[in-house]
């Protein structure tokens, strides 16, 4: 059974930065690719960034530029790092590991 727990959520004003971590367990994390999503209030959870086993990334357009997703094998963690953050960056962000297994998920509100 594995276990996703996400943190590094909460209050930002715009412009500000943020650093979400999600610890995993129970699984051998090198070989999933895994992922950061968000789900806004009245919204479906929509795709933020992708990072496969080997490095490789992939980002929504509303991110690009401003987030970097990243994974340190050895410690079985993935990590944003949010820059530049923007109101309509408000949203739970959720942890993915492969394509069935997720997070509890982090809040994060970009407000004034």
């Known amino acids: 059974q594995v276990q996703l727990v996400e943190s590094g959520g909460g209050l930002v004003q715009p412009g500000g930065s943020l650093r979400l971590s999600c610890a995993a367990s129970g699984s051998i994390f090198s070989i999933y690719t895994m992922g950061w999503y968000r789900q806004a209030p009245g919204k479906q959870r929509e795709l933020v960034a992708t990072?496969?086993?080997?490095?490789?990334?992939n980002y929504a357009d509303s991110v690009k530029g401003r987030f970097t997703i990243s994974r340190d094998n050895a410690k079985n963690t993935m990590y944003l790092q949010m820059n530049s953050l923007k109101p309509e960056d408000t949203a739970v962000y959720y942890c993915r590991r492969g394509t069935n297994t997720w997070g509890q998920g982090t809040q994060v509100t970009v407000s004034s």
């Open positions: 990072i496969t086993g080997s490095g490789s990334t």
